[in-house]
């Protein structure tokens, strides 16, 4: 089953509004939590690096300012697009990464939302 | 150079044959190796992890690792039409914090 929640799956919003996204790791506290971006037929795209409590991490040529990340708890982060514009219109992912059985490290990711800005 | 290259493909293959899909990196510090599956319009779906050289196997799938070449590798037996997706390979390096994605091979599986 799924590990990693998203919500919405998708949203249609007018130009200048802000968009919230919610991320949530199921069943488990996520060491770090990732949001990335991605365009049609095109890779991931990591937009920042979260850890609950702290500041996030941007990538180079990502606004912090526009995409904004509050990680309130260790398994809940939440992005928003402040201002969306037709340009921040893509699919957003969010992933979390946990321990496995103590000693090894993987990630999973959540289904995505996909914003449209008209 | 990426640290992680992938041939992105497309792949073609009849229901049945054996894929194999690879990638090569380039940080020997990378600790664990991902491959995930991705359906179109879907968020990436992890299907195999391991974190040292040689072979895992769940199911169909067959993920290998030879960390004195850098490469990795994904296989695939009896494939499906299900199976077809965007596959991507992933590298983690838990000193750096993140993960390396190759940029995804996409496969199909014609009945």
């Known amino acids: 089953g799924a590990v990693v929640s998203q919500h919405p799956s998708w949203v249609i919003c007018k130009s200048g509004t802000s968009v919230k996204i919610e991320c949530r790791s199921l069943?488990?506290?996520?060491?770090?939590m990732f949001w990335y971006r991605q365009f049609p037929k095109q890779s991931l795209m990591l937009m920042a690096t979260?850890?609950?409590?702290?500041?996030?991490?941007?990538e180079q040529g990502v606004e912090k300012d526009k995409f904004l990340i509050n990680h309130a708890s260790l398994t809940l982060s939440t992005l928003t697009v402040t201002s969306a514009h037709p340009e921040d219109s893509s699919f957003y992912i969010c992933?979390?990464?946990?321990?496995?059985?103590?000693?090894?490290?993987?990630?999973?990711f959540g289904p995505g939302t996909r914003l449209l800005v008209l | 150079q990426k640290e992680v290259e992938q041939d992105p493909g497309p792949l073609s293959v009849p229901e049945g044959a054996i894929v194999s899909l690879n990638c090569t990196y380039s940080?020997?510090?990378?600790?664990?190796f991902m491959w995930y599956r991705q359906y179109s319009r879907k968020g990436p779906e992890l299907l195999m992890y391991?974190?040292?050289?040689g072979n895992k196997e769940d199911g169909r799938f067959t993920a290998q690792v030879d960390k004195s070449s850098k490469y990795i590798s994904l296989f695939i037996r009896d494939s499906q039409p299900s199976d077809s997706a965007t596959y991507l390979c992933?590298?983690?390096?838990?000193?750096?914090?993140?993960?390396?994605f190759g940029d995804g091979t996409t496969l199909t599986v014609k009945p």
């Open positions: 069943d488990f506290q996520a060491t770090t």
């Open positions: 940080n020997s510090a990378f600790q664990y």
């Open positions: 992933a590298t983690l390096n838990t000193n750096a914090g993140k993960s390396t």
């Open positions: 391991t974190y040292s050289s």
């Open positions: 992933s979390a990464r946990f321990m496995v059985g103590g000693t090894q490290e993987t990630q999973y």
């Open positions: 979260s850890n609950e409590g702290s500041k996030a991490t941007y």
